[in-house]
């Protein structure tokens, strides 16, 4: 066993309404009322009281990324591998887990300096999710919040620590101009982690990108129209993957934030899965921009 599903993302944000633009008045995401603009600004996508949070700070970076178990159980046995493997783990406070709208939490840096919790029971809203732009739902439920990528100083060693110590497995490999990707599952979701070598002018420690995947290509397809029609900085054009599948476009969020918009993931059957490398991210379009 190990970590089960992608749980939340949480930005530190110099312009917390910049970003909210995006995320909210252009693709439609459901903010949550704050009582201060020093509060976090919380993001509803499904049933979760919150899948993305916007905390004000004075740089832009990773506030957190939080993975979820299933079990108190496995909590604990991934808090005793983290120490085993000299990881310092912190107890998230239970008045700091309610904030969190979680029952647990443990809080450490990943060995590439990610801040990172694990945690047990996030609090579901009963009220149905009001989006209100061109996306009409996503896909997360037992799948978890699309996936995120990480740029790694040390790819071996990251890669180790995800596999052996928090229970990931290997989905594929994609290798091609002085990259190299390693795809990762906890779930049937083809993956919920990438781990990448220093490329493309990343360095060890940057955050590549997080991935929303929608229900709908069409939705993509609206979602790229309003993108293009904003002016908003694009990665990638429209474009599908070799490996997952995946139709989808790739922007960049104010404050230097990468999001992936796509449709149409692969599932991992593990009982059938073979393991491939790859020597392209994408079967077709996908061109870097700028």
């Not at 047990?120 to 997360?140: A, E, Q």
Request: proline letters at 6%; hydrophobic letters at 40%.
């Amino acid at each position: 066993m190990g970590i089960s599903r992608l749980g939340s993302v949480a930005f530190d944000c110099v312009d917390v309404a910049a970003v909210a633009h995006v995320l909210v008045d252009l693709f439609g995401l459901e903010p949550l009322p704050r009582n201060d603009a020093a509060d976090p600004l919380y993001l509803r996508l499904d049933e979760h009281h919150h899948r993305i949070a916007l905390h004000p700070a004075p740089t832009d970076g990773i506030h957190a990324i939080a993975w979820e178990v299933d079990t108190p159980e496995e909590l604990g046995r991934l808090r005793a591998r983290l120490l085993d493997r000299g990881i310092a783990v912190e107890e998230v406070p239970q008045p700091d887990a309610e904030q969190r709208h979680v029952v647990a939490a443990i809080r450490f840096h990943d060995p590439e300096g990610f801040p990172t919790e694990i945690v047990y029971g996030p609090t579901i809203d009963h009220r149905p999710v009001r989006l209100t732009g061109p996306i009409g739902g996503f896909v997360t439920g037992e799948l978890g919040l699309g996936h995120v990528v990480y740029m790694c100083k040390d790819y071996p060693d990251a890669v180790d620590f995800y596999v052996h110590t928090l229970g990931f497995s290997l989905s594929d490999y994609i290798v091609w101009a002085g990259a190299d990707a390693t795809f990762l599952h906890c779930n049937p979701r083809h993956h919920s982690l990438a781990l990448m070598n220093e490329c493309f002018d990343f360095t060890g420690g940057d955050f590549n990108h997080l991935m929303l995947e929608v229900r709908d290509i069409d939705d993509v397809g609206r979602a790229y129209e309003i993108a293009k029609a904003e002016g908003l900085p694009f990665i990638m054009d429209y474009g599908r993957h070799t490996n997952d599948e995946v139709t989808s476009f790739y922007v960049t969020l104010p404050g230097g934030f990468g999001l992936e918009i796509g449709a149409g993931g692969l599932l991992v059957d593990e009982e059938k899965w073979q393991v491939r490398s790859y020597t392209s991210p994408s079967r077709w379009g996908h061109q870097l921009v700028g």
